[in-house]
């Protein structure tokens, strides 16, 4: 009998999990899961984090900051008025008002739909039906005072990702493929990535490790390189 003084909570193990790297645990393989399996198709390759073959469900793990999973959920900042009203200065009479996190916007998880589903895709052409598609996504930043500010009260999210047409998949990752090859022939630059596939190019400035070889990459850490 295991006392409940021993029990743990996973929200409260999450970065440990981290720590004793969670993928490689995930290359143990059962009758009714497959783990860390590379899949490709005619168009590109991949390597999916985990399907579950008995409830035909698909997951990918990710390591965001709580500015990401904010988006993810649809979860945006509203003003509520505190019931007070400013009593000097240039806003002398009109009420006060604090920032809210609601779960109440659009979700924003265009790169990470389109990953699961192309993944979802080639499972598929293979014999592996997939009715549920879901992100396991750790937060970085979890249990900061950032991340509670911005209604991320959890150290860990599963995140249901929508089912997308084949088409529009296929059509987006053959699109990034030709300008690849196309690149690679004439050896020149292909067009800079669009606003959301650069996260409005804060991707630019902190994480993309092909900023060097993109105008875009090299006008926004021109100044950090100087």
Request: net charge negative; aromatic share 8%.
């Amino acid at each position: 009998i295991i006392s409940d003084d021993l029990s743990l909570d996973p929200q409260d193990r999450m970065f440990s999990l981290l720590g004793t790297k969670v993928h490689g645990a995930l290359e143990q393989h059962t009758d009714n899961m497959l783990a860390e399996e590379r899949i490709s198709d005619e168009i590109s390759s991949g390597q999916m984090d985990c399907y579950d073959a008995e409830s035909m469900t698909l997951y990918d793990y990710k390591t965001a900051g709580s500015y990401k999973i904010m988006q993810a959920l649809g979860i945006v900042m509203v003003d509520v008025p505190t019931g007070e009203i400013y009593k000097t200065g240039e806003k002398k009479g009109q009420p006060k008002t604090r920032k809210e996190a609601q779960f109440t916007g659009q979700p924003d998880m265009t790169e990470w739909e389109l990953q699961l589903n192309d993944y979802r895709i080639k499972l598929e052409s293979q014999g592996f039906p997939v009715k549920d598609m879901y992100i396991e996504a750790i937060v970085r930043d979890g249990g900061t005072i950032a991340a509670r500010s911005r209604g991320i009260m959890q150290n860990a999210y599963l995140i249901p990702i929508r089912r997308m047409p084949d088409e529009e998949v296929k059509g987006y990752f053959k699109a990034k493929a030709d300008a690849l090859q196309t690149a690679l022939a004439t050896e020149t630059i292909p067009d800079p990535c669009s606003d959301d596939e650069c996260w409005n190019r804060r991707k630019c400035k902190a994480y993309c490790t092909a900023w060097e070889y993109c105008d875009i990459g090299l006008m926004e850490r021109g100044s950090d390189e100087e």
